[in-house]
């Protein structure tokens, strides 16, 4: 389980992580399960902890004022899942994280992180590669959302995440994507021909 974590902090930061490093980080952080469908955080409660994944998928979403879900982001293996701006400001998330699949997370306190960030510089310079990737990753998101055509974002969908087209339902990912589930099919089957 942990061996996940050390490879993906290995990777991100371009680091080694000695054997010292290595029993730090298994100490900083707690092995946690979920089974399909549990929460990990809901609407209402302050995000207290950042989950990476090392089994199993999960996805996060908000309702609108009608009631219907709201795919924000979907998370399998390797991701890192939590409500940033709820822990940050220490407010009510708005959202749900909610397990799709029977998951092994590992869990950690924003302060944890941090301490262990000063103990582990490959966990520094991590946190650093982690944040442009996502500030790059949500500007192209959010021109996809406004500028590009329900085809556009599903054939870069399918292209940089195949893997979550097998494993999520059609719904979530058409409302992952802005479209509808009729939308969603008509641009699968155009796809193909």
């Given at each position: 389980m942990y061996q996940k974590l050390i490879n993906y902090i290995k990777d991100y930061s371009g680091s080694e992580i000695n054997a010292l490093e290595t029993e730090l980080i298994k100490n900083a952080f707690e092995?946690?399960?979920?089974?399909?469908?549990?929460?990990?955080?809901?609407?209402?409660?302050?995000?207290?902890?950042?989950?990476?994944?090392?089994?199993?998928?999960?996805?996060?979403?908000?309702?609108d004022d009608k009631g219907n879900e709201k795919v924000v982001q979907l998370f399998i293996e390797n991701y890192w899942a939590d409500d940033r701006g709820s822990m940050i400001a220490m407010e009510p998330s708005i959202y749900n994280i909610e397990a799709w699949e029977s998951t092994d997370v590992l869990i950690i306190t924003p302060r944890g992180i941090l301490e262990l960030a000063d103990e582990v510089p490959a966990i520094g310079r991590m946190l650093r590669v982690m944040d442009d990737r996502h500030a790059v990753a949500l500007n192209k998101r959010i021109n996809s959302m406004i500028c590009g055509t329900a085809e556009a974002r599903y054939q870069e969908f399918a292209a940089k995440h195949p893997q979550f087209i097998q494993r999520f339902p059609q719904h979530h990912i058409a409302s992952y994507l802005g479209i509808t589930k009729e939308t969603l099919s008509r641009v699968k089957r155009q796809a193909v021909r």
């Open positions: 092995p946690k399960k979920l089974r399909k469908r549990q929460f990990f955080l809901r609407a209402g409660d302050i995000s207290k902890h950042t989950a990476f994944i090392t089994k199993g998928a999960m996805r996060q979403y908000c309702i």
